[in-house]
Structures are given as structure tokens and as C-alpha cells.
């Protein structure tokens, strides 16, 4: 039971170690990829496609800021400050602090810009997202057709790998054939020499074949973004792409193309955004309007409470003793003071808000004192509330503003020609893949011909040779005009999907 348990558990660490070179990032190569998977992984993990991804961000972050630019804009601040203590002057006249200062200050601010540019900005600003957004697209067309075009390579250098070992195959049969030719005397030592060249000639065509599918696949790892990884010889691509003639019509190309192009639809969106400039740049010569309102509020607080104690104490003081003068006066009167009592005040400290000896300030004087100058940082004087609103119109700029207007004309005229010229560029382009498809397609038709004649040929003689009447140079010769007849064929076929899938690139869209 021990041993079966054992035997149990090494079995699941042996199947659990894919999973685990996965998460560790060992790169594993499938063995099979579709074309829409590769397709997919390199929407994933292309750099150039993520690249361009990369723009739209910037570009939506652009279009919020325009939309927002048409409503207030909220600010708040504060700030504290320490004043020392001394003498300081001012205008010619000097003012003496004797405790330092501490205060505080917040301020909440609100302002409305209003004219007829920020209302223009928000739409082109969308017209530029667009043109980014349909840049985006144009990237996702280029990779897809890169990836397909590589796929494609891929299949041929497959394909041209077969015939290379059925050209083996060939070689070999020819060299058991010569020999046993010459085992009974029909044939001489020169022909199994030859077949044997043939052969061996045969094996290095089929290395070179199979290096040339390495890399191919290499390529297209590349491509997708990801590490080839190992196991690439085990690596079979599924997609089929069967030999079906594709007819298509140049008016209903240049529909699609017109309606689907990346290059032109974000052409036409920079077009757009260039004319929205030329309004906004003329949007300059009309008045705009600013309103402002704002709140603030301040705190003020001698770090040395002593010396507020002591400016009270003293003007106190000197109260009381003005209280004292004024009493003396009053009591010298020959005729009393119609106010109460004379007008005489009974206690004169009580009335500075000193305590009975007249030295010291009342306590209940002193703490008022100190809380009102415990304000730091936090209790706020508040300031009265403030709104402003003004007009501007500007009236002379020396004609900034009509070389703004200038440069957003030219600007929408190169937009204007740019998206023209890329029409005419498409339409040309549109001509030629349609008329390389046509081609590649006869071509195909032309090489099957020529592949099967060259077959045919390659039978006669080997019949020839078995019989007698024909000679080893004449074999070899047949075996060297398959293998080029049918590689020219391979090279046919897939020269004719590389055509559409560079079509279906120019229109925009795949067509079949």
C-alpha cells in the first residue's frame, strides 16, 4: 500500500509540473496554433501593438479635460507664518513687536472662465480621440496581417520542407534502383555514384528546408510578443487555407476601403480637427467672460502671551490713572456733575479691569486675554465673502490672433490634401493587390500544370531507366524538375494568400 501511494504521488508531481513551469515563466511551445490564436496572442503581447494601445488613455483624458473645461475651476490653499519679534518700519514709521507671531490662513477659491474656444475644444478634442482611436485600429490591421503574412511563411517553408523529403524519397528509390541495376549488370558503378550525389545532395536541401521552418516559426513567436521556448519542431500550425479562388470587384473594394481604411478614417478625423482649430482660432476675436469668487480666513497668535498681559496691564494702568485724574476734577467742582454720583467712578481699577491693588490685572481680564489669543491654527477669523465678474474684448494684439487664424487654415488644407492624397494612395494600392491577387492565381493555376507535367516526366523516366532505355543523368535530371516544379507551385500558392491577405490589409477588413 506504501509503495502504490508512493507511486501514486510522483505521478501527480510529474503531471503537475507543466502547470508549474508555466507559473514560474518557463516558456512551453503548443503543439498546435491556429491562426486565431496567434491572432490573439499577439493583441496581447505585441510591443507595437501595445505601443499604440497605449494612446488611447491620453487621448480620453484629453476629451474629459476639454468637457471640464467649460465648468468653474475649484482651488484651496493654506499656509502658516512665524514673525519674529523686534522693530520693523514702514512708510517711515517704526513698529516695535515684542513677542513673535504665529498665524495661519486657508483660502477657497472658484473660478468660471466662459468663451466660445472651450466649448469648440470638447469637440475637437473627440475628433482628435477619434483619429487616435482609428490609429489604434490601423495597428490592429498591420499586426493581423503581419502575423497572417508570417503564418503563411510559416505553412510554405512547411510545405517546402515535404517537398524536400519527398525529393529524399525519391533520391533514395533511384539509388535502390541503381543499385539493383547493377547488381545484375544493367547499370554501372557511375549511376549508383550518381544517385548516391542525388541523395546526398537531397538530405542537405531538406536540412537547409527544415532551418529555414525554424526560424520561420522563430518569426513568428516574435511577432505574436511571446518566447518561442522550445519544441518548436513539434509545433504544427492547424489553419487551413484551402486553394479557392477569390473574385472581387474594384468598386465594391473601394467602398469597403472607404468605409473601413484606418489610415483614412483617422485621416478624416484630423481633418475634422483641424477645421474645429480653424473656429476655435477665429473664436479668439470675440469677448469672453471671467467671474471669480472665493473664501478666506486668517488666525494670529503671539507665542508670548506675557507681553499681550503686559500691553494690558500697562494701558490698564494708565486708565485707571486718567479714572483718578478725572475723579479729582470732578470733586473740585463747585457744582456738582448732573451725571450719577458727579460723574465720580467709585473704583477706578474695577473700571481698567484691574485687581484692588491696581498691580495685576483682573483674572477673569487675564484669561480672556489669553483665549483670544489662542487661535493658532485652526480658529479662523473669517473673511467676507468676495465675487467678481468682468468682460474682456481684445482690441489689438498685433495681429497674433489673425496669424493664429493663418496657421489654422494651413493647417486644415495639409489635413484636407493629406486625407486626398491617402485617398489616392489606397485607390492605387487597391489596383495593384487586386491585380497581384488575379496574377498570383493564374500563377497557381500555371505551376499545377507544370507540376503535374513535370511528374509525368519524372515517371516516363524512371520507366525508361528500369527498362534499359533511358540513362541516370536523364532520371536525376526528371527528379530535379519535380522538386523545382513543385516548390515553384508551393511558392505559388501561398504567393497567392500573402496577395489577398495584403488586400484584405488595404481594405481594412478581412474578405473571406
Keep these: 500500500m506504501t509503495s502504490r501511494r ?3 504521488t510522483l505521478m501527480l508531481l510529474l503531471a503537475g509540473i507543466p502547470a508549474l513551469l508555466v507559473a514560474q515563466g518557463v516558456p512551453t511551445t503548443p503543439r498546435q496554433l491556429a491562426l486565431p490564436q496567434a491572432l490573439e496572442l499577439a493583441r496581447r503581447n505585441s510591443p507595437t501593438y501595445r505601443q499604440a494601445l497605449n494612446d488611447a488613455d491620453p487621448a480620453a483624458a484629453a476629451v474629459r479635460s476639454a468637457n471640464w473645461a467649460r465648468y468653474p475651476t475649484v482651488s484651496a490653499g493654506s499656509g502658516v507664518t512665524y514673525t519674529g519679534s523686534g522693530k520693523s518700519s514702514f512708510n517711515g514709521t517704526v513698529f516695535s513687536q515684542g513677542s513673535p507671531i504665529v498665524s495661519s490662513s486657508y483660502r477657497l477659491s472658484a473660478n468660471w472662465d466662459l468663451s466660445a474656444r472651450n466649448f469648440i475644444g470638447s469637440a475637437q478634442s473627440k475628433a482628435q480621440q477619434r483619429a487616435t482611436e482609428e490609429n489604434i485600429t490601423g495597428a490592429g490591421v ?26 529524399v524519397l525519391r533520391n533514395q528509390d533511384f539509388l535502390d534502383l541503381a543499385k539493383a541495376r547493377n547488381q545484375v549488370g544493367q547499370a554501372t558503378i557511375l549511376d549508383v555514384r550518381q544517385a548516391e550525389v542525388a541523395r546526398t545532395r537531397a538530405d542537405v536541401q ?7 521552418e525554424t526560424d520561420a516559426k522563430i518569426e513568428l513567436f516574435r511577432l505574436m510578443g511571446v518566447p518561442a521556448g522550445d519544441g518548436l519542431d513539434s509545433l504544427a500550425l492547424s489553419e487551413a487555407f484551402p486553394l479557392v479562388e477569390a473574385k472581387f ?34 473664436s479668439e476675436f ?28 500697562s494701558g490698564a494702568q494708565g486708565s485707571a490713572a486718567n479714572c483718578q485724574f478725572q475723579n479729582g476734577i470732578l470733586q473740585r467742582l463747585t457744582t456738582p456733575h448732573p451725571a450719577p454720583n458727579g460723574g465720580i467712578i467709585a473704583d477706578c481699577n474695577a473700571y481698567a479691569g484691574l485687581d484692588a491693588t491696581g498691580a495685576a490685572l483682573q483674572p477673569d481680564v ?10 493658532f491654527p485652526f480658529s479662523f ?12 474684448l481684445p482690441l489689438w494684439d498685433g495681429f ?57 516526366q519524372l515517371r516516363l523516366a524512371k520507366e525508361k531507366y528500369r527498362i534499359g532505355n533511358g540513362s541516370a543523368l536523364e532520371v536525376a535530371d526528371a527528379q530535379n524538375a519535380v522538386t523545382q516544379a513543385e516548390a515553384d507551385y508551393v511558392t505559388a500558392v501561398y504567393d497567392y494568400h500573402l496577395a489577398v491577405v495584403g488586400l484584405e490589409a488595404v481594405v481594412g477588413r478581412p474578405l473571406r
Excluded at 498591420?142 to 510559416?154: A, C, E, K, N
Excluded at 531538406?206 to 529555414?212: F, T, V
Excluded at 473601394?254 to 480637427?273: C, F, I, M, T, V
Excluded at 496657421?407 to 492605387?428: K, M, N, P, S
Design 206 to 212: 531538406l536540412l537547409r528546408a527544415r532551418q529555414s
Design 249 to 282: 470587384d474594384i468598386n465594391q473594394l473601394r467602398a469597403l476601403a472607404l468605409a473601413h481604411n484606418p489610415s483614412l478614417r483617422a485621416l478624416d478625423a484630423q481633418s475634422d480637427a483641424a477645421r474645429l482649430g480653424v473656429r476655435s482660432a477665429r
Design 142 to 167: 498591420s499586426l493581423t496581417q503581419t502575423v497572417t503574412s508570417q503564418y503563411l511563411t510559416v505553412l510554405r517553408a512547411a510545405a517546402t520542407v515535404a517537398v524536400a523529403r519527398q525529393q
Design 6 to 8: 508512493a507511486g501514486c
Design 366 to 375: 487675564a484669561q480672556a486675554i489669553r483665549s483670544g489669543n489662542s487661535l
Design 400 to 456: 497674433s490672433r489673425s496669424t493664429r487664424v493663418s496657421q489654422a487654415r494651413a493647417t486644415e488644407d495639409d489635413a484636407r490634401e493629406a486625407f486626398r492624397a491617402q485617398g489616392l494612395a489606397v485607390d492605387g494600392q487597391l489596383q495593384s493587390r487586386l491585380l497581384a491577387v488575379r496574377t498570383s492565381w493564374q500563377a497557381a493555376q500555371i505551376q499545377d500544370l507544370n507540376r503535374n507535367g513535370a511528374g509525368e
Design 286 to 313: 470675440l469677448p469672453s467672460l471671467s467671474i471669480s469668487t472665493g473664501l478666506s480666513g486668517y488666525t494670529q497668535q503671539y507665542t508670548d502671551v506675557n507681553a499681550l498681559l503686559t500691553n494690558r496691564l
Design 381 to 392: 477669523t473669517r473673511q467676507p465673502l468676495s465675487v467678481s465678474a468682468s468682460v474682456s
